[in-house]
C-alpha cells in the first residue's frame, strides 16, 4: 500500500501569492493532519480533519484554510504569503479521528521569496 | 498551553556506543507519546509510541520509556551505528493535536 502522498515536493512562490498544497491518506485512514515545520525547529499543528470535519486548529493566522475532500484527501491554502510562510509543510494521516498512530508524508518544501 | 523540551539540542558520539535522548513535557494530561526520526529534508517516521498508560516500548535496538508524573521520556539507543544519523523528535499527543520538541540531532561517527 501506498503511504502519505504530498504534491508538489517543492514549491517556490513570492511575497503576496496563494499557494495550495495537496495530500493524499494512506487507504482506509480518514484523518488528516497539517503540520509546519520552520527550519531547525519541531513542526507546529495547523488542522486536523476527519470525516470531513474540522476537529483542530492551530494558532495560525486566517490566511491558512484546508478542506477535506469525501475520499479523504486534503488540501491546505495559504493566502497572502508571507517570507515567514517558507517552511517544510507535512501532512499526516490516521485511521481515527483520536490521534493514534500518525503517518507522515514526506512534505512539501515552501519557499517564499 | 503544552511545551516540549529535548534535551541535548545536538550529540556525537563514536559508532558502537549506547546513548539516551532526553524529552520532558509540561502538561501530564496526554493521550500518548510518540518518537519519531527525521532525515534532513524529509518527512517523519514514527520509531516508538507509548500510551499514556504504559512505561515504556521496546523495538530492536530502541526502547523508549514514559514518567507521566514526573512529564519525562527517555529513547535509548543501543549499540549505535552510522545510520542512526538523524533529528530524533519527541511529540506527546493531546486532544487533536501533536506537541513537538525541536529536536535532538544525533551524529554516528565511524
Known amino acids: 500500500d501506498a503511504g502519505v502522498t504530498q504534491s508538489p515536493t517543492h514549491l517556490i512562490k513570492t511575497r503576496g501569492q496563494h499557494v495550495t498544497l495537496r495530500c493524499s491518506p494512506i487507504?482506509?485512514?480518514?484523518?488528516v493532519s497539517w503540520y509546519q515545520q520552520v527550519l531547525g525547529q519541531g513542526p507546529q499543528f495547523i488542522f486536523q480533519?476527519?470525516?470531513?470535519?474540522?476537529?483542530g486548529r492551530g494558532n495560525f493566522p486566517d490566511r491558512f484554510s484546508a478542506r477535506q475532500f469525501p475520499n479523504y484527501s486534503s488540501e491546505l491554502n495559504v493566502n497572502a504569503l508571507l517570507l515567514g510562510d517558507s517552511a517544510l509543510y507535512l501532512c499526516?494521516?490516521?485511521?481515527?479521528?483520536?490521534?493514534?498512530?500518525?503517518?507522515f508524508g514526506s512534505g512539501t518544501q515552501l519557499s517564499v521569496l | 498551553k503544552q511545551e516540549v523540551t529535548q534535551i541535548p539540542a545536538a550529540l556525537s558520539v563514536p559508532e558502537g556506543e549506547n546513548l539516551v535522548l532526553n524529552c520532558s513535557f509540561t502538561?501530564?494530561?496526554?493521550?500518548?507519546l510518540q518518537w519519531f526520526r527525521q532525515d534532513p529534508g524529509k518527512g517523519l517516521t514514527s520509531l516508538l509510541l507509548?500510551?499514556?498508560?504504559?512505561r515504556e516500548q521496546t523495538s530492536g535496538r530502541l526502547n523508549a520509556s514514559l514518567d507521566k508524573s514526573s512529564g519525562r521520556s527517555t529513547l535509548y539507543i543501543a549499540a549505535s551505528q552510522p545510520g542512526d544519523s538523524a533529528t530524533y523528535l519527541c511529540?506527546?499527543?493531546?486532544?487533536?493535536?501533536?506537541?513537538f520538541g525541536e529536536g535532538t540531532q544525533l551524529t554516528v561517527n565511524p
Open positions: 499526516a494521516s490516521s485511521v481515527q479521528g483520536r490521534v493514534e498512530k500518525l503517518f
Open positions: 487507504s482506509g485512514h480518514k484523518s
Open positions: 480533519y476527519y470525516e470531513k470535519e474540522e476537529r
Open positions: 502538561d501530564s494530561a496526554i493521550y500518548n
Open positions: 507509548i500510551q499514556s498508560s504504559q
Open positions: 511529540a506527546v499527543t493531546s486532544g487533536s493535536r501533536l506537541t
